[in-house]
Every structure is written in structure tokens, then in C-alpha cells.
């Protein structure tokens, strides 16, 4: 399962607006990309700064799919083209490298990749971001933000979940497993990463009423990242 250079394997995401979901779900069609998982989100920014950007709401569209990198490129200059991603309140993209993948899914996506017209349209890198993913009880997202804006975070999207936690977990953890979760998501630049976790860990922690865990994916290029922290330097 070991991909090639020519033949990496990425995922690509995109957390936009509600409005956008039509723009968003038309962009992928048209470019037959098989792989996506679309769910909603919440974002975190207070409902004032929706007001003082004029555009945008809390409700978010987060959409991951499967591609090679060069066909992510592609997508994520087609993404830039018909999205106001400078805009504060549209959205995030990026991608994140995947260390293996199954033979299926990578020959599905190195097809596509084949079949497509991209043309010359590749994305330069950007400065290096993390993606940082925390996993807390229900209803402590908004004590998980609190923390990451206190570090530095311009802002993230909230995702409901279930977890399936098992006896071994409470045994070896000392905490009872709540299967209703909140999953926080924060796209941050690397110089960033380490305070924001800390205090995260700090104020809802394993050892806290959230029961939180925190880790971070590397990310390869981002859009929107300056708008993100645009809009926090204006709440």
C-alpha cells in the first residue's frame, strides 16, 4: 500500500458556509470526484461577528473526499475560483497527506485523476498549518474554543458525534465513556499548534468534565486560513 510520489493519496477538506452547499456539491459533481463524505458542522465564531461581516452563519457544510495530489491541486484552485475563500465567514480547504490507503481506493482515485482534464492549474504550498482534533463530551465545544482562543485560535467548526467507547477504556482511563461527543476541529499555523493544545489539554482535558483528547494532522496547503484569522482579529 505504499504510494508513490506521482501517485500520493490526499484528503481534501472543505468546511464552508451553509449557503454554499449547492456551489460546493455542483463543483464536485462536475469534476467526478468519487469519493466525498458531506455532514454539517457548527461554527464556533459568536453570532455577533456574523452581523459585522455581513455574510455567513454558525451553520457549516464539512466535506471530505479521496484524491490523488495532483487532482487536489486541481480541485483546490477550482474550490479558490468559484468560492470567496478571502472572504471572511466563506470557509476553509486543505489537504492532509495519508500514509497508506486500500488498493481499491487508490486505483479509483489515480483513475480519476487520468480521466481528468487538469490541466496546468496546481496550487503553490503555503506556509505549514496543522489540523487540530479534539474529542470531548457533549456540550464542552464551546469550552474547548474558549481555550483555543485564549492560545491564539482564530476560530473552528463543531461536528456532533457518537463514541463507541469499550470497558477497556474505562478500566485503564478511570473515566466513564459518554457515547454523545462533540469533535472540534482547528486549522492553525505550526507556530500555534503546541499552545493551543496545551491549554485545550489544560481546560478539558482527560482529567476534566469534558474528558477531552487532543491530537493534530501535518496539512499540506490551506485556503482561507488569512480570512479565518481576519475575522478573529475582528470579533
Known amino acids: 500500500m505504499v504510494n508513490t510520489p506521482d501517485e500520493r493519496i490526499l484528503a481534501l477538506m472543505t468546511i464552508v458556509d451553509y449557503s454554499l452547499h449547492d456551489k460546493l456539491v455542483h463543483l464536485y459533481k ?33 466535506c471530505i473526499s479521496i484524491q490523488t495530489k495532483s487532482m487536489a491541486n486541481f480541485m483546490m484552485g477550482q474550490l479558490s475560483k468559484h468560492l470567496e475563500f478571502n472572504k471572511p465567514g466563506t470557509g476553509i480547504v486543505f489537504t492532509i497527506q495519508l500514509s497508506s490507503v486500500s ?18 492549474e496546481i496550487m503553490p504550498s503555503k506556509e505549514p498549518y496543522h489540523l487540530i482534533i479534539t474529542i470531548v463530551n457533549s456540550g464542552h465545544a464551546e469550552q474547548v474554543m474558549d481555550a483555543a482562543r485564549a492560545a491564539g485560535a482564530g476560530g473552528g467548526t463543531i461536528i456532533r458525534a457518537r463514541g463507541l467507547g469499550s470497558k477497556e477504556a474505562v478500566k485503564y482511563l478511570g473515566i466513564t465513556i459518554q457515547p454523545e461527543k462533540d469533535l472540534v476541529l482547528i486549522l492553525t499555523p505550526r507556530d500555534s499548534k503546541r499552545p493551543i493544545m496545551e491549554n485545550i489539554v489544560r481546560e478539558a482535558g482527560l482529567t476534566t468534565a469534558g474528558a477531552g483528547i487532543c491530537f493534530s494532522l501535518p496539512v499540506d496547503t490551506a485556503l482561507g486560513i488569512n480570512a479565518l484569522l481576519e475575522q478573529a482579529e475582528n470579533a
Do not use: C
Open 30 to 62: 462536475k469534476n467526478n470526484i468519487p469519493i466525498v463524505l458531506l455532514t454539517h458542522g457548527h461554527g464556533s465564531a459568536k453570532p455577533s461577528i456574523f452581523d459585522i461581516l455581513g455574510y455567513g452563519g454558525p451553520k457549516k457544510i464539512v
Open 103 to 120: 488498493s481499491v481506493l487508490r486505483n479509483i482515485s489515480v483513475t480519476v485523476n487520468e480521466n481528468a482534464e487538469i490541466g496546468s
